[in-house]
């Protein structure tokens, strides 16, 4: 199973506007890291994402270029500050792959909590518009699979 983990690209600020739509910006790193990964031609059985527009924006952006299965569906309990255990209980033995575009601090727990049993360890350092690839090892160990961000793209 492969957990593919996604910070919303750049959105605006609450004083520009209160739904915080993708800047232009933003629009820019997530269509660059869509574009980087389509040839790797990544399939997941869900696409999930949080209510909060700049999360909706990115997930529709990688639908484009990643094959969904079964769904890309908005998804309870992945705001900001939700507790990480009901979904780490929930992908503890799924077969499926899935893709979520979230917000922190909320993916950098899901993320330590797999590779490390606490959530607290903050051992990725997510970056907007950047994707982390967990792969579930047949020990039921998480690894790094790899991890992309607009940074490193030309």
């Not at 939700?82 to 979230?102: C, F, H, K, P, W």
């Not at 049993?117 to 039921?140: M, T």
């Amino acid at each position: 199973m492969k957990l593919y983990l996604v910070q919303h690209a750049k959105a605006a600020s609450k004083q520009t506007d209160q739904q915080r739509p993708l800047t232009e910006e933003g629009r820019t790193d997530i269509r660059k890291v869509a574009a980087f990964i389509q040839p790797l031609k990544l399939f997941v059985d869900y696409l999930w994402h949080s209510e909060k527009r700049r999360a909706v924006q990115t997930a529709e952006l990688l639908a484009e270029v990643v094959k969904i299965n079964k769904a890309q569906t908005v998804r309870d309990g992945l705001g900001p500050n939700d507790d990480v255990t009901v979904l780490r209980d929930e992908l503890a033995s799924a077969q499926q792959n899935v893709m979520i575009v979230g917000h922190l601090p909320f993916l950098s727990k899901l993320a330590s909590l797999f590779l490390t049993g606490s959530e607290s360890a903050n051992v990725v350092a997510f970056k907007q518009s950047g994707i982390v690839c967990l792969r579930r090892c047949e020990d039921n160990q998480w690894q790094i699979d790899w991890m992309v961000t607009p940074e490193l793209l030309v």
